[in-house]
């Protein structure tokens, strides 16, 4: 899969942060499993992460509350490729002979103590609340660590025999 990136969110409302030079969607491939993966943010400014397999995979078509991952906060996200413009849907580009219909097996970081920019900045200015609540930004970095974690668990359930 072709490396990617978009960048389409206007952060200037969050103040300064990791996420202001920071793309808003990236796909890639996943180097130790050849999985196809997506960091993706979301409408509240805080980042995703998505993990494809292919039908004959044990997860393929599976809710995601049926299995079992250890990645941030949980599985969150489980489906096929969104319709719509590429920059802002879940879904990928996928290359020549890679296959086009993946499964998405997604996380996502904004969870308690998850430091969310674009939900903090509306709450912020309309509550009064303090910047400084403990929480923690997840950046791009760290969710691209987190695919290649769950790439790896999920290139696992694939070796284990049925």
Known sequence: MEHKTWTTVDKTAWGEGPWSGEVDKEQFTDEATGLPCLVKRNHSGSLCGYVGVSEGHPWFGKDYGDLSADVH?????????????????????????????????GFDCGHAWD????????????????????????TVAYVKAECARLAKQAAEAASVPA
């Open 73 to 105: 906060g949980g599985l969150t996200f489980a489906d096929f490729c969104q319709e719509g413009d590429e920059a802002h849907t879940i879904c990928h580009v996928p290359g020549p002979g890679e296959p086009d219909r993946v499964y998405w097996l």
């Open 115 to 138: 430091l969310v920019p674009g939900m903090n900045a509306r709450l912020g200015r309309s509550l009064g609340l303090s910047d400084d609540l403990g929480e923690t930004y997840k």
